[in-house]
């Protein structure tokens, strides 16, 4: 299982909060011995960190921070979902490529592609995504319902 660490901040992200990712990164080495990635928003009010335990892809493509083909999201990613082929297929016929062989990346274009909703129940902050193009349904309670049950 991987592991995500990450600070949010309204003032911005100093060197030495992303000093601290990369330090509590390091303390969940055992979550992901394989591989590391940092990830700092462009207005350096958001920095995560990730460690990778590869299982499902191997290759370096796999790395994280992903980046959507769109370039407008960015993820770090810990769990699986079980159903991510099929899913992975769904998004080739709406034209998405693939540079990975692992779900992270089908994840983020399901992202990419369509628009949600979400609201965090525990901290009580919304989230939400509209898709820039008018898309069909990729049936995302599939993955949803599949991402619950990882």
């Given at each position: 299982?991987?592991?995500?660490?990450?600070?949010?901040?309204?003032?911005?992200?100093?060197?030495?909060?992303?000093?601290?990712?990369?330090?509590?990164?390091?303390?969940?080495?055992?979550?992901?011995?394989?591989?590391?990635?940092?990830?700092?928003?462009?207005?350096?009010?958001?920095?995560?960190?990730?460690?990778?335990?590869?299982?499902?892809?191997?290759?370096?493509?796999?790395?994280q921070p992903l980046v959507s083909q769109s370039k407008r999201f960015s993820i770090v990613f810990?769990?699986?979902?079980?159903?991510?082929?099929?899913?992975?297929?769904?998004?080739?016929?709406?034209?998405?490529?693939?540079?990975s062989s692992g779900d992270s990346e089908v994840v983020l274009n399901i992202i990419d592609l369509?628009?949600?909703?979400?609201?965090?129940?525990?901290?009580?902050?919304?989230?939400c995504n509209f898709a820039q193009a008018a898309t069909k349904s990729l049936i995302l309670g599939?993955?949803?319902?599949?991402?619950?049950?990882?």
């Open positions: 299982m991987c592991g995500i660490v990450g600070v949010a901040s309204n003032l911005g992200v100093s060197n030495k909060l992303v000093n601290w990712a990369e330090e509590a990164s390091r303390s969940l080495m055992h979550r992901g011995p394989d591989d590391k990635g940092l990830l700092l928003s462009e207005n350096k009010k958001i920095c995560f960190a990730h460690r990778r335990l590869t299982i499902i892809d191997l290759s370096k493509a796999g790395h810990n769990g699986e979902i079980y159903n991510f082929k099929f899913l992975r297929d769904e998004l080739i016929k709406y034209g998405y490529d693939f540079h369509e628009e949600f909703f979400l609201l965090d129940q525990r901290n009580q902050t919304p989230s599939l993955l949803l319902q599949n991402y619950l049950r990882a």
